[in-house]
């Protein structure tokens, strides 16, 4: 039981770590693609983005030609104080519309 409690509570630590990244990288993918469509409809992508953002994301869009390219990254929280930190990130593409004034990062 004394060597056993340890490795489970590492376990268990591990796997809440684990759990926080994907739901940080499900918020960082939602985040990407609204910002990508806003762009691409000559919105400001990044205002877009930051609403459906986890916290303390970087949000950053970029046009080229007829293509819109949004990158999310945010940083995960170990459940260690010790541990550093694990950035996830998320990107989409969207087309520029057309019709559209232009897109606007």
Known sequence: MAAGLPALVLLLAAGLTAVGAVTTRAGCLDAAREAALAASRGEPGTASGTRYAPAGADISVTVSGDRVTATVRAPVRAL??????????ATAVAAVEPGTPGPRP
């Open 80 to 89: 260690a104080a010790r541990l550093p930190r694990i950035t996830v990130s």
